[in-house]
Nanobody, 126 residues
Framework: QVQLVESGGGLVQAGGSLSLSCAAS????????LGWFRQAPGKEREFVAA????????YYKDPVKGRFTISKDNAKNTVSLQMNSLKPEDTAVYYC???????????????????WGQGTQVTVSS
């Protein structure tokens, strides 16, 4: 199994920045990629970004391209999501998740992700 713990959420004004972290432990050797998803009230959980565990490839949902950056600290088995130029529509609970299988072109298939963190709230005020 893989255990995931998110941290770093909070309240920020529109245009501000937040950095989320996801610490992985357990059978990290089984991880192919780690992704960030988010879920706003009344909406389905949606893909935000992902990175292969080797750190060699990154993937982003179109609305966050150029504003969010995903990166991995190999020494700490931690993946960070740096979020800049935040908008009210970025408000959601953010979850990190891992997958064992190879990513297609987009790496965004919800059903391919196996382990999930508990989530961290991000609120962007206008």
């Amino acid at each position: 199994q893989v255990q995931l713990v998110e941290s770093g959420g909070g309240l920020v004004q529109a245009g501000g920045s937040l950095s989320l972290s996801c610490a992985a432990s357990g059978r990290t050797s089984s991880i192919y990629a780690l992704g960030w998803f988010r879920q706003a009230p009344g909406k389905e959980r949606e893909f935000v970004a992902a990175i292969t565990w080797s750190g060699g490839s990154t993937y982003y949902k179109d609305p966050v391209k150029g504003r969010f950056t995903i990166s991995k600290d190999n020494a700490k088995n931690t993946v960070s999501l740096q979020m800049n130029s935040l908008k009210p529509e970025d408000t959601a609970v953010y979850y990190c998740s891992t997958r064992r299988t190879y990513c297609s072109r987009t790496c965004d298939a919800f059903e391919s992700y196996n382990y999930w963190g508990q989530g961290t709230q991000v609120t962007v005020s206008s």
